[in-house]
Structure formats: C-alpha cells, structure tokens
C-alpha cells in the first residue's frame, strides 16, 4: 500500500529448508478466474484464488461493475452479472500495482457500454498501456491515456464493437488476454495472432467457462458474443511464487523440500528448465489436470549449481522469474547471463537496474546491457551480503533479494518488505516455517 511506512526487514541464513509448503494460488489465473466469474451468467465458486492486493483490485472493480463477490471459508462465491451486463462504476477504477489487473480490465470495458477511470499506484503509472490501449482502439473503444500512454486512461466502452484481427506487436499474455476478454461482448469472430506464445489461461479459462474458443498454431479465435457458465474451480498454486521457494533450497546446503499444488503450464515453466540445466535438483511428482491446468507437487533439494546462458526463445515463459534466476546465478559455479530482457525494464520496476543494483551491493559482479545482465557466481559459497537493498517496492525485487540473504555472510536487508503482499504477503513466514 502506498503511503504506509517502510516495513525494513533482515534476511540472513538460518539453517537449511525442509518440510512442506503451499504457495499461494496463481495470480495470473486469480485475475482471470475472477473476470469470467463475474462475467457469467450464475454463482461460481473459487478455491485457492491468490490473496494478494494485485488480485483484491480485480476484484474490487468487478464489484464496482455490478458482481457480487463473497467469501465462504477459502472459497470466493461469485454471482456473475453475464457478459454485456456490466455496470457504469460510480468511481475511478484502482488498480493498485497491478498491471494485469489495468490491461484485463480495460479489454472487458472496451466493449461495455460503460466508461471507467483507471488509476494505479505510482509504479503502475509509469507502465506502458498503448500496448493494450492501440488494439482496443482499433476496435472502437475511445481511450484517452494520460500523456505517454499511462494510467490515468479513461475509456467508454463501445457495444456493438467491431471484430478484429490483431498481430501482436508485443509478446504480451495480458495484451492477448485484453483482446479475447473485449471479444466476449463483440458479435462475431475476434481474433488474435500471436507470434511469440505466452501464457495461455485466458484460453483454458474461456474455454472450462464455456466460450467457443479455437486456437490454431499462432492465430486465438473467439466467437462473441459469449454466453459463459458459471463454474467451480480450484486455482493451482504460484509457479511464480514456488520459484523463490525452489532457488532458496537450490542455494541453501542441507535443504529438501516439498512445494504442493503447484501449476505447471508449460508457457509458466522457463525458471524449472533452467534451474534443472544448471544442476537444480526438481523433482515434478504427482502430475495431474486441475480446473484446465497441469498440476504436480515438487520436490526441491540443494545441490550446486553451474552456470548458465539463457536461451532467448525461453524469456517468455520465465518473464517475472529473472529476478530470481539473477540469485541462483549469483550462487552458481561460473559466470550466467541472459539477453533479450527489455521487457523486464517496464516491469513493476525496471527489474535489470533494480536486480544490479542490490546484487551489486551485496558483493555479486554484475555486468548490465541494455537489454540484459550477466553474474559471476560464488561457486556455491555465501555471498558477503552486509548492505540494504533498494527493493523499489517491487515485490519479486524484493523476495529475491531476500532468498540471497539466506546463504550469505552478513544479513541481507530490505529497505521495505510491504512489496511483497501485491502477490505473496506470506512470504516471510512461510520461509521462517521451514527453517525449523
Ligand atoms: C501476466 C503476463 C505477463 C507477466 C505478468 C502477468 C498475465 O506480463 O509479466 O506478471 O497474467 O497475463 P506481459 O503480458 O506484460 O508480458
């Protein structure tokens, strides 16, 4: 939350990770889970759905556009206004820190007849939205972003919207998911062309809620105007957040771990094949389909870590993980590096500058390009760590700065660890209960 003080928060080693542990629900599937819910016709119930604030603001402006949305134990009970039923919101629509939550929601009202006021956090509105903005535009929707193409953007909604056929410029799961979620409103075939695949749950998801969705190689196509089924579904847990979990036991010696419940979409997967190929010890058990995604429990025990060179086709399905890829490899034997990263520098922070400079500070050698950062490794020994870290109120900055912390010579301190409840808010205690 912005305007709350700092939380400053010491990281040192305590002794290897064992036991269990669940991570919290998938954030990217929360978001979308929570859109079409309340874009259905009926209650839908959701399990597992990711607490985190990037989340609460989904669900707070679907609220704000007419669903009910309601706890019962763990479950979120979502009554669905259907698609087409949305209401005029009566405020500005904040989305906080979260990105997915500003690109999704902007593709549902573009075709609502509805205008909306995005607003976001002060990271949130410096992100690019033209991105999303450009294509939602072609097909009608009037958008006025602030100067730059940022939050605040105001867009009324148009219905009926004209179909169309977008190439994505920018490989980009939330430009693709905004497309798809403006063509459940838009009478006719939607399409999307994708040359670079990212993450598909908008498409598992619209096609468990009933939405005649087809996809073929690289083109997505959508029918609208979509009447959806109200659905009950359990979220897997955070392949993202079980990353910083798996590097922790990766670096710390003596660790062995279970991480259960775990998504293993393959667009997700980049981090466990890289962590593997440099000799991480991950073991997948368990696979199984959960609510239209793959699901495995997995088993992580220290083990050294060789260095290595990124393949550039794998950037996509590991997006949100370089910051933790950066700490494994500052414990790797070797030097690591990774290329074609730009994205990274639009992230909740620019995710290069800020992973160099808290590497840097806690004695890793850091090379840092334009588009990428390469890191000499410790060969598996402690870091010297013994600084503050600058997290840039980012919280994958800041939980893999934390993770390095766990095997270094001195403490490791964030400057603020509030970051970490847009996604993970348990984080400090879930890695103190496996520290026993
Ligand atoms: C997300 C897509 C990715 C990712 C983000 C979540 C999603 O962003 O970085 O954390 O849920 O669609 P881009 O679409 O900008 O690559």
């Known amino acids: 939350m912005e305007g709350a003080g700092p939380v400053r928060k010491a990281f040192a080693p305590a002794g290897p990770l064992l036991g269990t542990a669940c991570v919290p629900g998938d954030k990217s599937i929360s978001h979308r889970a929570v859109i079409l819910a309340a874009l259905a016709v009926g209650q839908s119930r959701i399990e597992g759905l990711s607490l985190g604030r990037d989340v609460a603001a989904t669900v707070a402006a679907m609220q704000a556009m007419g669903a009910r949305i309601g706890r019962e134990d763990d479950r979120a009970i979502i009554d669905g206004v259907g698609v087409g039923g949305l209401f005029q919101p009566e405020s500005a629509l904040d989305m906080g820190n979260s990105g997915t939550a500003a690109r999704l929601l902007m593709g549902v009202v573009a075709t609502h007849p509805v205008a909306a006021t995005f607003i976001g956090d002060s990271s949130l509105s410096r992100r690019p939205m033209e991105r999303v903005a450009a294509p939602l535009r072609r097909i009608g929707a009037d958008i006025a972003a602030s100067a730059g193409g940022t939050l605040p953007a105001t867009i009324r909604g148009i219905a009926p919207a004209a179909p169309q056929t977008t190439r994505l410029a920018v490989p980009s799961a939330q430009v693709k998911s905004a ?15 994708e040359p670079v695949a990212t993450r598909d749950h908008s498409e598992r998801l619209l096609r468990l809620f009933g939405a005649d969705i087809r996809v073929e190689g690289e083109e997505i196509t959508l029918r609208g105007e979509a009447e959806l089924r109200p659905q009950t579904l359990g979220v897997p847990g955070d392949p993202s957040a079980a990353a910083f979990l798996a590097v922790a036991a990766s670096i710390v010696p003596g660790s062995d771990i279970r991480i259960e419940n775990v998504g293993i979409n393959p667009l997700r997967m980049g981090i466990y094949l890289v962590l593997r190929e440099m000799g991480a010890d991950i073991v997948f058990a368990n696979e199984r389909e959960a609510s239209g995604e793959p699901v495995a429990d997995l088993r992580v025990r220290h083990a050294p870590l060789r260095a290595v060179e990124v393949r550039p086709e794998l950037v996509p399905a590991m997006i949100d993980e370089f910051p933790i890829f950066f700490v494994a490899a ?27 400079d808290g590497l840097r500070r806690i004695g890793v050698t850091v090379e840092e390009s334009e588009e990428g950062l390469a890191i000499q490794g410790s060969g598996g020994d402690p870091l010297p760590g013994g600084a503050t870290v600058d997290t840039r109120r980012d919280h994958r900055v800041a939980m893999s700065l934390a993770v390095a912390g766990l095997h270094a010579r001195a403490p490791v301190t964030l400057d603020d660890l509030s970051s970490v409840a847009t996604s993970f808010p348990g984080f400090p205690d879930l890695v103190r209960s496996l520290q026993p």
């Open 179 to 193: 497309l798809l979620l403006a063509g459940l409103n838009t009478a006719g075939v939607t399409r999307v062309v």
């Open 330 to 356: 500052a414990f790797a034997e070797g030097r690591s590096s990774a290329r074609g990263l730009a994205e990274l520098r639009v992230k909740e922070s620019d995710r290069i500058a800020a992973m160099a």
